[in-house]
């Protein structure tokens, strides 16, 4: 009788920007079976290269790195190189660094507290085509799927021919927002905020900011607060 061949180790590539993080990964990954670690890189643009260059099966991802974050970087990945998976491993389990990875691309999310036997199962679940999660993040995704809508309702049409945007800034000035936090808000400079105003106020024919709150209540774009 012949023995069945023993399964192939899953190749995988490391990437964090912080070396002892990275090399006690690596040694950590060595001593796990089923893993052969064929490179680390100390960025995103470093990760991409190493995909292209050596075909790995699994990138493990961390997210908050230089040049090209963990994001882009897994982004890039899946775009051109579909072949590898990719499983995060942050330290970082908030919803702004979760669910970016996971539109992104990413098949597993791990926190470093995460130990061998997890991160085995990780990488083998990616690679069977399963997602591989820790049972934290698989909780917060279940969360995140039953929690009821809470957002704000649609808002009415723009009047006066306002663009979506436009009402948007018009209705951070009925809140009360000066241009620099609007600008904020929006994730746009304080110019574009000041080009936005001009232009509601040409559309609309109001002067200040005073008129603008009025306009915003009279058009039942928003409501004033029961009391």
Do not use: C, Y
């Given at each position: 009788m012949t023995r069945d061949a023993e399964p192939k180790p899953a190749r995988v590539v490391?990437?964090?920007?912080?070396?002892?993080?990275?090399?006690?990964?690596?040694?950590?990954?060595?001593?796990?079976?089923?893993?052969?670690?064929?490179?680390?890189?100390?960025?995103?643009?470093?990760?991409?290269?190493?995909?292209?260059?050596?075909a790995p099966d699994v990138v493990l991802m961390d997210l908050r790195m230089p040049r090209c974050d963990g994001v882009e970087a897994t982004r890039r990945i899946r775009a051109e190189y579909p072949g590898t998976q990719v499983v995060v491993l942050t330290t970082f389990a908030d919803d702004e660094s979760l669910f970016p990875a996971l539109a992104a691309g990413a098949r597993g999310y791990l926190t470093k507290d995460a130990d061998g036997d997890e991160i085995v199962r990780a990488v083998h679940s990616v690679l069977s085509g399963d997602a591989g999660f820790s049972p934290g993040i698989q909780r917060r995704l279940l969360e995140r799927l039953t929690e009821p809508e809470?957002?704000?309702?649609?808002?009415?049409?723009?009047?006066?021919?306002?663009?979506?945007?436009?009402?948007?800034?018009?209705?951070?000035?009925?809140?009360?927002?000066?241009?620099?936090?609007?600008?904020?808000?929006?994730?746009?400079?304080?110019?574009?905020?000041?080009?936005?105003?001009?232009?509601?106020?040409?559309?609309?024919?109001?002067?200040?900011?005073?008129q603008a709150v009025r306009y915003a209540f009279g058009k039942g774009l928003v409501r004033p607060p029961a009391g």
């Open positions: 490391v990437a964090d920007d912080q070396t002892v993080v990275r090399e006690g990964i690596v040694m950590l990954l060595g001593l796990l079976p089923g893993i052969e670690v064929v490179g680390a890189a100390g960025d995103g643009e470093e990760a991409v290269a190493l995909v292209a260059g050596l809470t957002g704000p309702a649609a808002p009415p049409e723009p009047p006066d021919g306002l663009t979506a945007r436009e009402t948007e800034v018009l209705l951070l000035i009925a809140e009360g927002l000066s241009n620099p936090e609007i600008a904020r808000r929006l994730h746009v400079s304080t110019a574009t905020v000041k080009t936005h105003i001009n232009n509601l106020f040409t559309k609309t024919g109001l002067k200040d900011r005073a």
